[in-house]
């Protein structure tokens, strides 16, 4: 009796220890989750993160450009600008965390003055585009390789290349380990990071063993409601798989994207690479900080893979 009597009170503890840590997962998981990965919160992880978006942006981008769209491989109506030049070069330009097409205004001036046609999307949760979550550039890849298709089915000539900055960088390096078609001929990425469980940890304010616990704790919630999970959104697995050519750019002093990323970025990837520092550079403005180097550069990259 005294036997039985022990194990239903040992059998009552474990019960309640599961309902307690399964308790605390989902609180703590879903508290993350909104805090990162839901686009209708106000709240972000990353104070430091601003966009360039302004009314103004919004204006020349609108004014130049037609609203494209297609349906996802979970069928979301995602939005694109796509602006027409007289040109067999396609750039697909990718905006980062919470932004939007006209985000990035300022590199789509200059590739728009460069004569290239231009399409900008907003991704999954942004801007026009449907999504309840923010993909950190997992399922956003996918949507990628689904306007890839949507322009070679406009032109089987294309010679299509990536851009992306920030989060738009992490998603075109995800795009890159993919199986692609011949006309992808170059990735551009500019300040992307490894993986998102190395940003999210670089950012939570605590201990390395306490963010761990916090990270798989949100990777469960991610899993059930945005169906992936923080340690499968890893650029630098995908960069080991590339084929075509990639071209890494970082700032020196960017303090949201360690710097070091980057060399582990280009050490990691066999495929035809270039790796471009813009010292005193921070997050996304490497671009103005020295913008000569920085679309001279480019703009070389992008001749030695594509003809005229």
């Known amino acids: 009796m005294k036997m039985k009597k022990l194990l239903k009170i040992s059998l009552c ?3 309640i220890c599961i309902i307690f840590l399964t308790g605390i997962t989902f ?6 989750y909104d805090y990162t990965l839901n686009p209708a919160s106000h709240h972000t992880l990353f104070e430091n993160m601003s966009t360039q978006k302004t009314s103004d942006s919004t204006q020349w981008l609108d004014t130049h450009s037609v609203n494209v769209s297609i349906q996802s491989y979970d069928d979301l109506f995602l939005h694109a600008s796509y602006i027409e030049q007289d040109t067999s070069v396609y750039v697909i330009m990718v905006h980062g965390y919470r932004g939007t097409g006209a985000s990035i205004i300022s590199p789509i001036k200059r590739f728009y003055k460069q004569g290239y046609n231009l399409l900008i999307p907003d991704l999954r949760g942004h801007g026009q585009s449907e999504g309840d979550y923010i993909g950190m550039g997992w399922d956003d890849r996918y949507d990628i390789m689904g306007w890839i298709d949507y322009i070679i089915a406009k032109d089987s000539k294309a010679q299509i290349i990536l ?10 390096m995800d795009v890159a380990g993919e199986d ?12 992307g990071y490894t993986s998102v469980w190395d940003v999210f940890q670089y950012h939570i304010p605590m201990e390395k063993w306490q963010s761990e616990i916090a990270l798989h704790m949100a990777s469960v919630v991610t899993r059930i409601r945005a169906g992936y999970a923080l340690e499968d959104v890893s650029p ?22 360690p710097c070091e990323m980057v060399n582990t970025l280009y050490q990691s990837a066999t495929c035809p690479k270039e790796k471009l520092i813009i010292e005193g550079a921070g997050h996304a403005q490497s671009c103005s900080t020295d913008s000569k180097t920085y679309y001279s550069t480019i ?6 893979y594509t003809k005229k």
Do not use: W
């Not at 851009?163 to 075109?172: E, F, H, N, Q, R």
């Not at 630098?236 to 994207?257: A, M, R, Y």
């Open 13 to 15: 503890i474990i019960i």
């Open 27 to 32: 609180y703590v998981g879903n508290y993350l």
């Open 163 to 172: 851009y992306g900055v920030s989060m738009g960088g992490a998603t075109v």
């Open 180 to 191: 692609l078609p011949q006309q992808v001929k170059a990735v551009i990425e500019d300040c």
């Open 236 to 257: 630098l697995k995908q960069v080991q798989k590339s084929q075509v050519p990639i071209l890494f750019i970082h700032g020196s002093e960017d303090d949201f994207v």
């Open 299 to 304: 703009f070389q990259f992008i001749e030695r």
